[in-house]
Each structure stands twice: as C-alpha cells, then as structure tokens.
C-alpha cells in the first residue's frame, strides 16, 4: 500500500501525510477532495476507524491531522491511547458539523491550533494531559453551547488563547485540577461554567459579550485582568468559594457575588468606567478594595460577614460616608428590609471586632442600634390591636387640640390689653 502524497508545513519544514493512501487514491482518507471521499463511499465511521490505526501505529506523527477538512468527527467514547505521550495534535484543520469526543478517555496532550470547528463537544470526557485551543474558531452562530465539557474532567491544564466562540460555552460541573487559562479569547453566547471546581482560572483580555456565570464554583486562585462583559451581561460569581480572587476590569462591570466566600484579594476599578460588586451575604476576608468616598457606594455590604477584613485601611472612607456601608449605586436585586440593614452593621461590627478595631465596631454599633429601634418600634405599630391603635390616635388628637388651645389662651392673656387699645383707637 502506497503512502499519502499530501504535503503540509510544520515547524519550518515541509513533510509528507504519513499515512497510508486510500484504496485506488493517492491520498489518505483525512486528504481526499470532498468528490474523492464521495466517489469512494467514505462515512464518518470510517473516519474514526482511521484515527483508531493511527492511535495504533508505531509512527507518533501519525497523530498529527494537518490540513484536514472534515464534515465531523466522532470520536466519543474512544480510550485515545498510543505507546507514547506524544500530542495529539489538530492544525490547520476545519470539521463543518461537531468534532465529538463525548465520554472519551484521552491520555496524549491535544492542541487544537488555527481551527475551523462548527461545535466542540466532550461532555465526560477525561483529559490527562494538557489541552490546548488556539488561534481557532468554534461555531457559526450564536445560537447555543458551541464547546461543551459538562462534567468533563482535565487533570492537567484547559489552555484557550486568541479564539473565537460565535456561540457559548458551557463547563458546567467541570474539573480542572490544574489551570483554566482563557487569554484574549472572545465567548459571544454565554459562559456558562457554574459548580466549575478549578485549581486556578485565570482569564486575561478577554471578552463575555453575554455575561459569565460561576454560580457555585469553586477555586484555589481566580482572576480576571482586564475583561470586558457585554452591556446589561453581569460577570456572576453567586455562591462561589474562592481562596484567593482578583478582579480588574477592562471598563464598566456588575459583578455579582451574593453568598460568596472570598479568603483574600482584590475588587478593582477600571481606568475609565465604574465596577460595581454586589457583595449581598456574601463572606468577605482580607480582600482590598479600591474606592474613595465617592465611589464606595460601588461596593454593596448588606447583611455581609466579614471575616478579616482590613476594616482600619478604610477608616477615611468609612468616616466620610458617617459609617454607612449599605448604600450601593444599582437597584439591588434583594430588596432592603429595617431587619438586613440591622443584620448588616451587626456582622460589621462583629467583623471589626474580630481584628481589633475597637473605633469602627463602635460606630457600626451605633448604625446597629439605630435600626435595631426602628424594627421595634415598627412591630409595635404593627402588633398594636385595631381598637387600641384608634383610642391611641384620638387620644393624640385631643392632646393636639388641648396643647392649641393653651397656646390661644396664653396669646390672648399676654396681647388681649394691647389689642383693645389698638382697637379703641381705630374707633
């Protein structure tokens, strides 16, 4: 059997396809023209079966698929397996419909460089080496999850750089023991990664036209340098555990954090916009943020815990704003009640005390005490029998109306001489 004469650059070099040609072809099933691969019957079951002797032969360049146009490929539930860690690797290559690796096993590094793909699916998968997408575009419309890795699991690192996702991605409930690295990288549906448990996510220039959700993930360290979200998209970090998060954002932000926990880090500014966290239940440890008076309403503390939070570096701001943490610069998405905004300047407080700072807890116990007092005497108005609350009302009008005419009869006594004389002469 004669070997494929397809020729293709790598590394500087131009190499010959090593693969075997086809019956009655001189190239391989990967190379022949789109009427070649009908002429000759070829189906994706035979697509697959090709990637399976490749995976097989002693030659590791045989796991290099160069110049490739496919309709899809199905490799879903293929242990992919050579005698070496070799990569696996995807360049320059376009599959029109889905490449699936659905439930497969994959114990080679794949990357994925300067490729065309309609959709990306691996949900199950299990990657033990690094994966790496870069320079591709995946999808051809906005219109759904076009890579998914539901329940997937990477015991290396998850690498995307310099790609385009014309529709979202879902990770959800996905593993990464290693690194998540999303670098000048645009995701035009949405990000959809919640209970997403990663050891370190770092996403840097890059783009969630439609929001990101990381609702109930969990991260050793996670940060976003630079990254914009779409108009009216939020960036939603809601009952994520993350030991150590930094966030700057490339310009205007809503980041929600309602019932996070956040160990340490930093909540920035951009250099032109505004970035507002909404910190609602959350728990907050020694994490800076970067505000002024003027600007920490950006920040929204209400019924928040604090658990080591640097309470001193803010004694400028906190006193410029007469120790008011709970005001905040949208319509919140919990409505405020006298019994949160109680609760709030209670964990406050408590949260002051706990690092010492004796001046700060004492003002939160005063803001504390304040709504403390109005939510007793609201429940009084409110448990107040009808009957009782009528005799009350009147007895206040009979008091007005006593207090009115004493002011009358003492106005009288003092002025009554001098107004007869005025008018005595009048007459």
Same mark, same amino acid.
């Given at each position: 059997?004669?070997?494929? =004469?397809?020729?293709?650059?790598?590394?500087?070099?131009?190499?010959?396809?090593?693969?075997?040609?086809?019956?009655?072809?001189?190239?391989?099933? #990967?190379?022949?023209?789109?009427?070649?691969?009908?002429?000759?019957?070829?189906?994706?079951?035979? #697509?697959?079966?090709?990637?399976?002797?490749?995976?097989?032969?002693?030659?590791?360049?045989?796991?290099?698929?160069?110049?490739?146009?496919?309709?899809?490929?199905?490799?879903?539930?293929?242990? =992919?397996?050579?005698?070496?860690?070799?990569?696996?690797?995807?360049?320059?290559?376009?599959?029109?419909?889905?490449?699936?690796?659905?439930?497969? =096993?994959?114990?080679?590094?794949?990357?994925?460089?300067?490729?065309?793909?309609?959709?990306?699916?691996?949900?199950?998968?299990?990657? @033990?080496? +690094?994966?790496?997408?870069?320079?591709?575009?995946?999808?051809?419309?906005?219109?759904?999850?076009?890579?998914?890795?539901?329940?997937?699991?990477?015991?290396?690192?998850?690498?995307?750089?310099?790609?385009? #996702?014309?529709?979202?991605?879902?990770?959800?409930?996905?593993?990464?023991?290693?690194?998540?690295?999303?670098?000048?990288?645009?995701?035009?549906?949405?990000?959809?990664?919640?209970?997403?448990?990663?050891?370190?996510? %770092?996403?840097?220039?890059?783009?969630?036209?439609?929001?990101? +959700?990381?609702?109930?993930?969990?991260?050793?360290?996670?940060?976003? %340098?630079? *990254?914009?979200?779409? @108009?009216?998209?939020?960036?939603?970090?809601?009952?994520?555990?993350?030991?150590?998060?930094?966030?700057?954002?490339?310009?205007?932000?809503?980041?929600?954090?309602?019932?996070?926990?956040?160990?340490?880090?930093?909540?920035?500014?951009?250099? *032109?916009?505004?970035?507002?966290?909404?910190?609602?239940?959350?728990?907050?440890?020694?994490?800076?943020?970067?505000?002024?008076?003027?600007?920490?309403?950006?920040?929204?503390?209400?019924?928040?815990?604090?658990?080591? #939070?640097?309470?001193?570096?803010?004694?400028?701001?906190?006193?410029?704003?007469?120790?008011?943490?709970?005001?905040?610069?949208?319509?919140?998405?919990?409505?405020?009640?006298? +019994?949160?905004?109680?609760?709030?300047?209670?964990?406050?407080?408590?949260?002051?005390?706990?690092?010492?700072?004796? +001046?700060?807890?004492?003002?939160?116990?005063?803001?504390?005490?304040?709504?403390?007092?109005?939510?007793?005497?609201?429940?009084?108005?409110?448990?107040?029998?009808?009957?009782?609350?009528?005799?009350?009302?009147?007895?206040?009008?009979?008091?007005?109306?006593?207090?009115?005419?004493?002011?009358?009869?003492?106005?009288?006594?003092?002025?009554?001489? *001098?107004?007869?004389?005025?008018?005595?002469?009048?007459?």
């Amino acid at each position: 059997m004669s070997g494929c =004469v397809h020729r293709y650059e790598a590394a500087g070099d131009e190499r010959t396809c090593p693969r075997p040609a086809a019956d009655d072809h001189e190239r391989c099933v #990967f190379h022949l023209r789109p009427g070649e691969r009908a002429a000759a019957g070829v189906t994706g079951a035979d #697509f697959r079966t090709a990637v399976v002797d490749d995976l097989d032969a002693d030659d590791p360049a045989r796991r290099d698929y160069v110049d490739v146009h496919l309709p899809e490929l199905d490799l879903s539930a293929l242990v =992919v397996d050579g005698d070496d860690v070799g990569h696996l690797t995807f360049r320059n290559v376009t599959v029109e419909g889905t490449l699936d690796l659905t439930g497969a =096993v994959v114990r080679h590094p794949v990357a994925i460089e300067n490729a065309e793909i309609g959709r990306l699916v691996a949900d199950r998968a299990s990657f @033990e080496m +690094e994966v790496a997408l870069e320079g591709s575009t995946v999808g051809t419309s906005a219109c759904g999850a076009v890579f998914r890795a539901r329940r997937g699991s990477f015991d290396r690192r998850l690498q995307v750089a310099a790609t385009r #996702f014309e529709g979202g991605v879902d990770l959800a409930a996905c593993r990464i023991d290693g690194w998540l690295s999303v670098d000048d990288t645009t995701i035009v549906g949405r990000a959809h990664f919640p209970n997403l448990a990663v050891g370190t996510a %770092q996403f840097v220039s890059s783009a969630f036209e439609s929001g990101a +959700e990381f609702a109930g993930a969990a991260a050793d360290f996670a940060t976003f %340098q630079n *990254i914009t979200v779409g @108009e009216d998209a939020i960036l939603d970090l809601a009952e994520s555990r993350v030991e150590e998060l930094r966030v700057r954002p490339a310009g205007d932000l809503r980041c929600r954090l309602v019932e996070a926990a956040v160990s340490a880090g930093r909540l920035d500014q951009p250099n *032109i916009g505004v970035a507002a966290y909404d910190l609602t239940d959350a728990t907050l440890g020694d994490v800076d943020i970067d505000c002024d008076a003027d600007s920490f309403d950006r920040y929204r503390f209400y019924r928040t815990g604090f658990d080591d #939070f640097p309470f001193a570096s803010y004694h400028g701001v906190l006193r410029d704003n007469r120790w008011h943490v709970h005001e905040y610069v949208y319509d919140p998405d919990r409505s405020v009640t006298v +019994e949160g905004l109680e609760q709030t300047y209670l964990e406050a407080k408590q949260g002051a005390a706990d690092v010492g700072d004796s +001046e700060t807890g004492s003002m939160f116990f005063v803001r504390e005490l304040r709504y403390r007092r109005r939510r007793y005497l609201f429940s009084r108005r409110e448990s107040r029998p009808l009957g009782l609350s009528l005799t009350h009302k009147s007895s206040c009008c009979r008091g007005r109306l006593l207090r009115a005419k004493y002011r009358y009869l003492r106005a009288l006594y003092r002025y009554g001489p *001098i107004l007869a004389i005025l008018v005595t002469r009048v007459q």
